[in-house]
């Protein structure tokens, strides 16, 4: 694995001397920072989930009027953030890869839109669970309900359509641009409890006047955040790793085969 | 090599970023087109997006009798009573305020855990001829303000705050308080 080619399809052209962020896209670069970067990664979200999990579960206050069922929203804003903070990622990602064509940004958007799904449905499911009985339904088509669906549509229709044609350059390109046109539904997601009247609770954290959440459960609510992060971002960047060395193994494979074919 | 290599750097490069500068002026193209297209509808859609209406709503325009709607607004403090229907059922009535228009509402089953007085609810139901809301539903929404109980005893306490007329002070005068520590000012 050492030796590794340099005329893969990923590896760009060689010699040609590489300056500003597109540094970073190279994807035999990209694998040794990784390669660095992931480990810590890895640990400090480890550690991060217990910090944050036993601060968010054991030792911050109960809500006084929801009880302990307000331990849920350590999990559900988490999610809700990554969500939307993942697909501004899929969008850039999306104009990279229309735009400049670089085979990596296609690679990370397709490793990256399942993983949002996932995150999406969870907050969708964690919502529910407390909406159930706090509002006193399961779910409700109110705007900013309605909308999270439609992002969680748009997270697994990107995932599903990115591998929906043979040609992975064909999919990644269609998936593109429908993950751009719903770059359109996250000002949606996140003004719809302002625009219009909503069941659902208007931002507590992110707004102008001080958070409306005591510090008690504010701060253990930041760790969570910080901490799903981190795995979040641990759990993309493997799966882009090992996207990547599977090109790279078809790669060599189809070589060897060349190698084999000319031999004969 | 070192002769011709420049001749071709200098072709290939600049022409890919004429490409990709055409295909980024196309995209910006799109995207203000969708942008537009976006924030048309959702303009046109504007009333129909409202998950409820509130007394005032519905003081200024009287919904056409017989039809479903949702209600939304503060229960007031002091209007309820709960009483049990002839089936055995929990009955409940109580106001919905807005703070300048008031509607009756009866409602028979069983109510979400955050219903009080002074909480916001969005009920279901429709309007009778007598002017009560018969409600089908009630949900009760919580509100931006999240706190221990010791912090919300202690605003009560102060007189700060009285949970059955509405929404807690400005966040700012309680977000950093903690209760045991000495009191501050006031109580």
Same mark, same amino acid.
């Given at each position: 694995m050492d030796a590794a080619p340099t005329s893969t399809t990923l590896a760009g052209p060689?010699?040609?001397?590489?300056?500003?962020?597109?540094?970073?896209?190279?994807?035999?670069?990209?694998?040794?920072?990784?390669?660095?970067?992931?480990?810590?990664?890895w640990g400090l979200a480890l550690v991060a989930?217990?910090?944050?999990?036993?601060?968010?579960?054991?030792?911050?206050?109960?809500?006084?009027?929801?009880?302990?069922? =307000?331990?849920?929203?350590?999990?559900? =804003?988490?999610m809700a953030?990554?969500?939307?903070?993942?697909?501004?990622?899929?969008?850039a990602l999306s104009?990279?890869?229309?735009?400049?064509?670089?085979?990596?940004?296609?690679?990370?958007?397709?490793?990256?839109?399942? =993983?949002?799904?996932?995150?999406?449905?969870?907050?969708?499911?964690?919502?529910?669970?407390w909406g159930r009985p706090m509002w006193g339904t399961w779910w409700v088509w109110d705007a900013r309900l309605t909308s999270v669906l439609v992002l969680f549509f748009f997270w697994a229709g990107h995932a599903a359509l990115s591998r929906a044609f043979e040609d992975p350059e064909r999919g990644g390109r269609a998936a593109a641009i429908l993950a751009l046109a719903g770059l359109v539904n996250l000002p949606i997601v996140k003004f719809s409890v302002d625009w219009w009247n909503t069941l659902h609770q208007p931002a507590s954290v992110t707004r102008l006047a001080a958070p409306?959440?005591?510090?008690?459960?504010?701060?253990?609510?930041?760790?969570?955040?910080?901490?799903?992060?981190?795995?979040?971002?641990?759990?993309?960047?493997?799966?882009?790793?090992?996207?990547?060395m599977e090109r790279r193994v078809r790669s060599l494979e189809m070589a060897a085969a060349r190698r084999l074919d000319t031999a004969s | 090599?070192?002769?011709?290599?420049?001749?071709?750097?200098?072709?290939? %490069?600049?022409?890919?970023?004429a490409r990709s500068r055409r295909r980024l002026h196309i995209l910006l193209l799109c995207a203000l087109g969708v942008g537009a297209a976006a924030a048309l509808s959702l303009t046109a859609f504007q009333d129909n997006l409202v998950f409820f209406q509130s007394p005032s709503d519905i003081t200024r325009q009287a919904p056409p009798p017989g039809r479903a709607f949702r209600l939304g607004g503060l229960?007031?403090?002091?209007?309820?009573?709960?009483?049990?229907? %002839?089936?055995?059922? %929990?009955?409940?009535s109580f106001r919905v305020t807005d703070t300048v228009a008031t509607v009756p509402v009866t409602f028979s089953g069983v109510l979400p855990d955050l219903f009080r007085e002074g909480q916001g609810v969005v009920t279901l139901g429709r309007m009778r001829p007598d002017g009560v809301f018969a409600a089908t539903e009630v949900l009760?929404?919580?509100?931006?303000?999240?706190?221990p109980p010791e912090v919300a005893d202690a605003l009560k306490r102060a007189g700060q705050w009285q949970p059955a007329q509405g929404a807690p002070p400005p966040a700012a005068s309680w977000n950093t308080l903690h209760p045991e520590a000495p009191a501050r000012g006031g109580s």
């Open positions: 060689p010699g040609r001397p590489s300056k500003g962020w597109h540094r970073f896209a190279n994807p035999g670069r990209f694998l040794r920072l990784t390669d660095r970067l992931l480990p810590w990664l989930l217990v910090g944050g999990g036993l601060w968010g579960l054991v030792w911050s206050p109960p809500d006084w009027q929801q009880g302990e069922t =307000v331990r849920i929203l350590y999990v559900h =804003v988490p953030w990554l969500a939307m903070g993942g697909y501004v990622a899929l969008g104009v990279i890869s229309l735009v400049w064509r670089h085979p990596l940004a296609d690679i990370a958007a397709r490793e990256l839109s399942p =993983v949002g799904a996932l995150v999406g449905a969870l907050c969708l499911a964690s919502g529910s669970i409306g959440l005591h510090v008690d459960i504010l701060y253990p609510l930041l760790a969570c955040t910080v901490a799903f992060s981190l795995l979040f971002a641990a759990v993309v960047l493997a799966r882009v790793r090992a996207a990547v | 090599m070192s002769a011709a290599a420049p001749a071709r750097k200098s072709a290939g %490069p600049s022409l890919g970023r229960v007031e403090a002091g209007s309820v009573v709960r009483g049990e229907g %002839p089936d055995g059922r %929990p009955d409940i009760a929404r919580h509100d931006e303000a999240y706190m």
